[in-house]
């Protein structure tokens, strides 16, 4: 497969990482591993793996989408004439038959620029916050508007709309792909497996940091391009402002002088939870709807502090710096 290269990126994955790389060792052409301070042996590991490894200076502030452009720029440094890249995170392992499929796709669809397939949760089971994740990720199959972390993509593509926004510290994939539609690409997802993902999501705290991450990307989105006709996260933005804050500030600000009948607002809560438990008891069992539906409405209050932090950021001149749900460094060594 000389046509495909791979970019992997992480910190500190252990085993994960060991599983990520030799889910493809053979598989491509060129594979580089993107490092971000690592201090459990996971740079030795993807060496000894025959794997190209870019240790990033951590003098520059990281981000995700600094770490791919780097490991596409080695990428090229090494093989030029690759063509596709599939892009995939350190805690993900790629699922047997993607590579083919996805290379197979690109090259029968010219107009297509990124293909991507199902991220499923290695053990959705194990905790409620990995079971959210499994659902969150099981979106429409076709032609769609973004992909996330893992996908493969056209390197000419990349290059005419210069790479991923290096300052994004999350929500990078929707905007790189708001840029390829722009310039004429297509987004496709396929009814397939593509990777195994391993959250290790165990702590409440971790669930709501992720959730605030996700509010910061939803108001950056709509900063950068939330104009007509993109109007990329708009819709979003304004509902994590009106559940996350304005409801819950007029019903508790106008409690007073109105004998407290401003409380009724708060029973649009589970109302919203029934209705979201009603469309997705369609295609999942009756608890896991229910979760899911209940984590959505509470997930509006961490979102909601991440469009505060992103305004107060932007406002303030102050330069956003990573939001991390993983944020305790591994101790496993991934030797």
């Keep these: 497969?000389?046509?495909?290269?791979?970019?992997?990126?992480?910190?500190?994955?252990?085993?994960?990482?060991?599983?990520?790389?030799?889910?493809?060792?053979?598989?491509?052409?060129?594979?580089?591993?993107?490092?971000?301070?690592?201090?459990?042996?996971?740079?030795?590991?993807?060496?000894?793996?025959?794997?190209?490894?870019?240790?990033?200076?951590?003098?520059?502030?990281?981000?995700?989408?600094?770490?791919?452009?780097?490991?596409?720029?080695?990428?090229?440094?090494?093989?030029?004439?690759?063509?596709?890249?599939?892009?995939?995170?350190?805690?993900?392992?790629?699922?047997?038959?993607?590579?083919?499929?996805?290379?197979?796709?690109?090259?029968?669809?010219?107009?297509?620029?990124?293909?991507?397939?199902?991220?499923?949760?290695?053990?959705?089971?194990?905790?409620?916050?990995?079971?959210?994740?499994?659902?969150?990720?099981?979106?429409?199959?076709?032609?769609?508007?973004?992909?996330?972390?893992?996908?493969?993509m056209r390197v000419a593509a990349l290059q005419q709309v210069g790479g991923y926004n290096p300052t994004l510290i999350a929500g990078e994939e929707p905007e790189l792909c708001v840029r390829l539609r722009q310039n004429g690409g297509k987004i496709l997802r396929l009814d397939a497996e593509m990777t195994l993902h391993d959250a290790q999501m165990t702590r409440f705290q971790q669930w709501w940091k992720r959730s605030q991450r996700a509010g910061h990307a939803y108001a950056e989105g709509a900063w950068l391009h939330g104009d007509p006709p993109e109007r990329h996260w708009v819709a979003d933005v304004r509902r994590i402002a009106f559940w996350g804050l304005g409801v819950p500030l007029v019903a508790i600000a106008a409690a007073w002088w109105t004998r407290g009948l401003s409380l009724l607002l708060l029973l649009g809560y589970p109302v919203m939870v029934y209705k979201i438990f009603k469309y997705y008891r369609r295609s999942l069992p009756s608890k896991q709807a229910l979760l899911y539906a209940l984590f959505c409405m509470l997930g509006k209050f961490p979102q909601a502090q991440g469009l505060l932090q992103f305004y107060w950021n932007k406002f303030s001149g102050k330069r956003s710096t990573l939001i991390e749900y993983n944020s305790v460094p591994s101790q496993k060594s991934a030797i």
């Design 1 to 152: 497969m000389s046509r495909i290269g791979l970019v992997a990126i992480g910190r500190n994955e252990g085993q994960r990482l060991r599983q990520c790389l030799q889910s493809v060792v053979g598989q491509v052409e060129v594979m580089v591993y993107v490092d971000s301070g690592s201090t459990d042996g996971s740079v030795d590991l993807a060496r000894s793996l025959g794997v190209s490894v870019v240790e990033l200076d951590l003098s520059i502030p990281f981000t995700a989408a600094r770490a791919r452009n780097a490991g596409l720029a080695r990428l090229l440094e090494v093989a030029p004439e690759i063509e596709y890249v599939q892009f995939v995170d350190g805690d993900c392992e790629v699922v047997p038959g993607w590579l083919e499929l996805a290379e197979r796709t690109l090259n029968q669809h010219p107009e297509v620029v990124v293909v991507c397939g199902r991220r499923r949760e290695r053990f959705p089971a194990a905790t409620i916050y990995n079971q959210i994740c499994d659902i969150e990720w099981d979106t429409p199959i076709g032609e769609a508007k973004a992909c996330g972390g893992d996908a493969m």
